[in-house]
């Protein structure tokens, strides 16, 4: 490892809008957009949503400030607009994925981004170019931890190297030099945080701890620019996220082709609000449904390959295949693929067929 940490900072200190290709800021506008959408359903819809709402009014952090959430009228303080846009963001699990990271990138860059975007009066250039600096570190820092080392340990990337991802778009914007954002990045490592043990029950634990990602990447950055000096060599150093997060860190694959090779282009938008390790499957199921009129009475037997971390997070029989919970329905491929199979379609609304007979005999 060699001083992956200055290099990114150094990145995100230079990045300048003139610098990035047409087709990243492109592609950057759209991910945002489709972003927007999953959060404006997700303040009326997601189930998690209230309980949220009154744990802030409970601690009286629901106090006004100039920090838009989408979907809502009212206005928050910058921090906990983050980790409301963070969290909503996430809650249809419908927000856009990195595939070599496996991580979720706009839900906590984009909310730090916004918020502090408002805070400092932004143009939407450099709200922009922010952005890109916030996916360019995160999808980074995911490859190089290895998703299925990460994912072994019990952690949740999106939660984890978002962290990373918020706080370098947050001090883009307010102009920290490359020292601040290494501070900011070492006050990321002791804040990076999120376990996949939400699993075990279908809890809303994923969707809260990417908010607070957004959330703590804003802290970070707020801390480095008033000169707090945080931890440095914050990514390789002994006690730096990839020897704590990860047993086979890649840590040339945080820095590889900084600048000319953009993983933002290597996001992509979901077509169905589900692990992204169904869709495969999901498309198959449909496109087979389709194009041989198949009707599920026909069908005997369904055979589905998935990558080791799909077999992970969504593939176990004895936990996976007859979902209870939203949570539970999105990391099943039995649930998914039998909705499929029934519909010949996917979307947020089939998890009303939670528990269904006609759901639950074909997932079988």
């Avoid at 019990?154 to 601040?180: E, R, V």
């Amino acid at each position: 490892m060699a001083d992956e940490t200055a290099t990114l900072a150094t990145y995100v200190a230079n990045l300048k809008f003139d610098d990035i290709p047409q087709e990243v800021l492109e592609r950057a506008k759209v991910l945002t957009l489709d972003y927007l959408g999953s959060t404006i359903r997700a303040r009326q819809e997601a189930e998690s949503t209230p309980a949220l709402l009154k744990m802030l009014e409970a601690l009286s952090l629901d106090g006004r400030g100039d920090a838009t959430v989408f979907g809502d009228s009212k206005t928050w303080t910058p921090a906990i607009a983050a980790l409301l846009n963070g969290a909503l963001g996430h809650s249809l699990d419908f927000d856009d994925t990195h595939a070599d990271s496996s991580l979720h990138p706009s839900a906590p860059v984009v909310p730090a981004a916004f918020a502090v975007g408002e805070m400092v009066g932004a143009s939407g250039k450099q709200v922009l170019t922010a952005i890109v600096a916030g996916y360019e570190v995160c999808c980074r820092l995911g490859n190089a931890l290895d998703p299925t080392s990460h994912y072994a340990r019990g952690f949740h990337p999106t939660a984890t190297a978002g962290t990373y991802g918020a706080a370098a778009a947050a001090g883009k914007l307010f102009g920290l030099s490359q020292q601040q954002l290494i501070s900011a990045f070492g006050v990321s490592g002791s804040q990076a945080a999120g376990s996949l043990q939400f699993l075990v029950n279908g809890a809303w634990n994923k969707r809260y701890q990417v908010g607070a990602a957004a959330m703590n990447g804003v802290v970070a950055a707020t801390l480095a620019k008033n000169d707090f000096l945080g931890a440095s060599e914050s990514v390789e150093g002994k006690h730096g996220l990839l020897v704590g997060y990860s047993d086979d860190a890649h840590p040339e694959k945080a820095v590889a082709g900084l600048g000319s090779v953009y993983e933002t282009m290597k996001i992509g938008v979901k077509p169905y609000p589900s692990c992204r390790y169904t869709h495969a499957a999901i498309d198959a199921i449909i496109a087979m449904r389709r194009e041989h009129n198949l009707t599920p009475d026909q069908v005997k037997r369904v055979e589905i390959g998935l990558h080791r971390n799909g077999i992970t997070l969504t593939g176990d029989a004895a936990t996976k295949r007859h979902p209870t919970s939203i949570v539970g329905g999105l990391f099943s491929m039995f649930f998914t693929g039998a909705v499929a199979l029934d519909l010949g379609r996917f979307g947020w609304d089939d998890y009303e067929r939670l528990g269904d007979a006609a759901v639950n005999a074909l997932a079988d």
